[in-house]
């Protein structure tokens, strides 16, 4: 029940994985806006796709032309550190656009979609949203939100 699966996400106090559809073997997209919170779940999360041999996609969204190289400092950032960590990234992904729409686009081409989540608490992510939990609700395949 999509319902129940949304009250799970937006109350509990530790990640939450949606789990629909599980393609093996497409590897796992992480998103990651740069944040401390984004860039501790890019480690955990590809630790975990390497343990399972899952290739790992990094995914910055740029808002416009001029974020893009932002979002490019994000993703290189999160490579280096998983090259730290002995972590082979296979594709690293930076598209310009609304977040929710780009990674819900190429999300069909992965088993998982890893977002982090704000910060927000429980009845701001219920009032405001967010691009984590817009992910979940329309995304057709897995989807983790990490915090």
Do not use: W
């Amino acid at each position: 029940d999509p319902a129940v699966a949304e009250k799970v996400a937006i109350h509990a106090p530790c990640s939450v994985l949606v789990a629909r559809d599980l393609e093996e073997g497409h590897g796992h997209l992480i998103c990651t806006d740069g944040s401390d919170v984004s860039m501790e779940m890019v480690r955990s999360d590809a630790e975990l796709a390497s343990r399972c041999d899952c290739p790992v996609t990094l995914m910055s969204v740029a808002l416009d032309v001029e974020d893009e190289p932002e979002a490019r400092a994000n993703v290189e950032k999160a490579e280096a550190m998983l090259k730290e960590l002995g972590i082979k990234v296979k594709e690293t992904l930076i598209p310009v656009g609304n977040p929710v729409e780009e990674i819900i686009e190429a999300g069909p081409d992965y088993s998982l979609i890893v977002v982090s989540e704000s910060g927000k608490t429980g009845l701001q992510r219920f009032f405001m949203g967010s691009v984590a939990f817009k992910v979940m609700e329309n995304a057709h395949n897995s989807v983790m939100i990490a915090r």
